[in-house]
């Protein structure tokens, strides 16, 4: 699948954003999306795993949780991250990536999604969160 994100940008502390991410594949059952970040001088990280199906759900890193907030359109092919209350240490290229269907909410007990677990990434957008 192929994915393409947009809706990066600079903002200031507290701001809002929101990412898109377009899949290619129109089943969304085919694939599971996930959202990353990779801050300057840091490894990139796993924060936000969109569950697909009504027995899952979706998981969020904790340093995000209660502030961002995953989506799907009602096709299924595109994924947004709301961004709220934005701190700068948000500030990161945020990548969309596809992998297999998976089981999302299981990343609560290992509290790190492997980048392997991924296939398809996007070209990352970058957010810069700065007064």
């Known amino acids: 699948v192929q994915l393409v994100e947009s809706g990066g940008g600079l903002v200031q502390p507290g701001g809002s954003l929101r990412l898109s991410c377009v899949a290619s594949?129109?089943?969304?059952?085919?694939?599971?999306i996930a959202w990353f970040r990779q801050a300057p001088g840091k490894e990139r990280e796993g924060i936000i795993c969109?569950?697909?199906?009504?027995?899952?759900?979706?998981y969020y890193v904790e340093s995000v949780k209660g502030r961002f907030t995953a989506s799907t359109d009602n096709f299924g092919n595109t994924v947004y991250l709301q961004m709220n209350s934005l701190k700068p240490e948000d500030t990161a290229v945020y990548y969309c990536?596809?992998?297999?269907?998976?089981?999302?909410?299981?990343?609560?007990?290992?509290?790190?999604?492997?980048?392997?677990?991924?296939?398809?990434w996007g070209q990352g957008t970058q957010v810069t969160v700065s007064s």
């Open positions: 990536a596809a992998g297999p269907p998976m089981y999302c909410e299981a990343f609560y007990y290992t509290q790190h999604m492997r980048l392997s677990l991924f296939g398809s």
């Open positions: 594949s129109l089943d969304s059952e085919d694939y599971t």
């Open positions: 969109v569950s697909s199906t009504a027995n899952d759900k979706t």
